[in-house]
């Protein structure tokens, strides 16, 4: 008879009438357990969320001033602080601000006007400002940052930063026209109380295009693009599994968009990747991800258009987020530069 005092795998074999596994058998099975149920896994999630690549472009060949870009900022979050529903006349001096450096790129400006209830008066009139660049018809691109602020907050990254990249957009297609038809356009009320509600400007602009039987072939929401730091542990995530998949330093931009648009998003990547120094990281994710749809690229989803996000990933990285020292000497301009030519070389290549 065998001896009864054996190990743990031993003594079970013994019960059962069968002879020990051995060691290295042990190993693999769990090796193989391991990979199954927890490496294959997050390498299928990796593959899913973050869209890695392998290529890269070359370097473009443009630049975008930065003193430029600042100007922008600073002429929104200081000038004409604060531009909220509240204070109509900023709003609307934010709006010819914009239209001036539209019309002086050599678009062909379009505005469109819209009442809703805001501020105590049931007919509060705001207005929707596009830029038009290359072909009139056509398969369009639309790019589109929201030029309101939340409060009575200077705003320079929320979104004055996207503003000053849409202006400098302008100029670099009023440049070097696209072959497709490219439509750049400034919202408001973008911020509460009207996020996610019908009253924000870009939700009248998408609908507007979904009634004219429009075809959009993407719609580029710039949110936020101007907060860089190379402090580590700067960049936190809505979920801890993601700091898996993604740096802990805030030093890169980000494409954001649903699982829906997976093929967007890994084109915009690929663009977007060593066109400048920058680095590109892009997310999918299901909706109801805290961040993913928190802009105006939510209400193109809602016509059904695919539409992507191009971020510094708000108050996931930016301390100043919805708060009094969100203001222009924060910003890294060199950075924001880079962004804006990244997307602009990714919108020639699209």
Partial sequence: MPDP?????????????????PFKKRTLSFFILLFLFVILPLLIGYFMISQPTMGRNQPSDLKVNAADLEAHVRKLAVDFFPRNDFQSENLNQSADFILVHFKKAGARVEEQHFSVSATGDPDAKFRNLSAHFGPESGPRIVIGAHYDVYGNLPGADDNASGVAGLIELAKLFGKQPPSQPVELVAYPLEEPPFYATSKMGSAFHAH???????????????EMIGYFTD???????????????????????????????RKETLAMKKAMSGVTPLAVESINAPRNLPGIDFSDHRNYWAVGYPAVMITDTSF???PHYHKKTDTPDTLDYQRMSQVVVAVFEAVRKL
Wanted: with cysteine; proline share 6%; glycine share 4%.
């Fill in 5 to 21: 005092v054996k190990t743990r795998s031993g003594a079970t074999a013994l019960f059962l009438g069968r002879k020990p596994i």
């Fill in 208 to 222: 507007a295009l979904k009634k004219a039987r429009i075809e959009v072939k993407l719609m580029i929401c710039l």
């Fill in 231 to 261: 402090k580590p542990a700067s960049q936190k995530y809505p979920n801890q599994a993601l700091r898996l998949y993604y740096p802990s330093i805030g030093n890169f931009i980000a494409i954001a968009s649903s699982f829906d648009y």
């Fill in 316 to 318: 996931y990285r930016n």
